[in-house]
C-alpha cells in the first residue's frame, strides 16, 4: 500500500469532517445516516470508517473541535467574543450542539466517550461567569431555533452585571 503524506491525510480529515458537519446539520445525529454522510462528504462507507471508526467516533471529533473553537474564542475575546461569534453561527450547526447537550445525558457510550476526553465543563468560578454561560446557553437556544436578536445589547448588560 503506497504512504501518503500527512497533508494528504488531513485534507482527508478535513473533508470529512466538513462534509459530516452539513450532514448533522441537516438532519441531526440520529437523521446522519451512512448513506447521507457518504453523499455529503462524497466518499464510500471504508474510506469515511478509515480514519473514524464509528458515526459516533465522527459527531464526538465534530463535537470536540467545536467545544475547542467556543473556548478558544472565550478565552481570546471574552464573553463579547463569543456572544458575537454566536450570533453569526450557523442555525443549523447549533442546532447539533444542542443535539450534543441533550445526547450527553441520554447517550452512555457518548457520555464515556466525552469524558475520556476530559472535556467536562468545570463549575463556574464565579456567579458572573455562572450568568455569562447561562446568557452565552440561552444565545445558542435562539440562534438554533432560527431567532435573530440584536447581541450588543446582551453584551452590555450581562458586561455590567459581571463586572
Not at 52 to 63: N, R
Not at 93 to 107: A, Q
Not at 112 to 118: A, D, G, I, P, Y
Not at 128 to 157: C, H, K, M, Q, Y
Request: hydrophobic share 40%.
Amino acid at each position: 500500500m503506497p504512504k501518503v503524506s500527512e497533508a494528504h491525510l488531513e485534507a482527508r480529515r478535513a473533508q470529512i469532517l466538513d462534509g459530516a458537519r452539513r450532514c448533522f446539520a441537516r438532519w441531526g445525529y440520529d437523521g446522519a445516516t451512512v448513506p447521507r454522510l457518504e453523499q455529503a462528504i462524497g466518499l464510500s462507507h471504508g474510506a469515511i470508517f478509515n480514519y473514524y471508526s464509528s458515526k459516533l467516533e465522527l459527531f464526538v471529533a465534530l463535537a470536540r473541535e467545536e467545544h475547542e473553537r467556543f473556548h478558544a474564542i472565550w478565552h481570546e475575546t471574552g464573553f463579547a467574543g463569543l456572544a458575537r461569534h454566536i450570533a453569526e453561527a450557523d442555525p443549523a450547526w447549533l442546532g447539533v450542539y444542542l443535539d450534543l447537550h441533550r445526547r450527553l445525558h441520554t447517550d452512555p457510550a457518548l457520555r464515556r466517550k466525552w469524558r475520556s476526553l476530559h472535556l467536562e465543563e468545570p463549575p463556574p468560578r464565579s456567579p458572573g461567569r455562572a450568568l455569562a454561560l447561562t446568557i452565552l446557553n440561552g444565545r445558542v437556544f435562539a440562534r438554533a431555533s432560527g431567532a435573530e436578536i440584536d447581541v450588543e445589547p446582551i453584551v452590555r448588560l450581562t458586561e455590567k452585571l459581571v463586572d
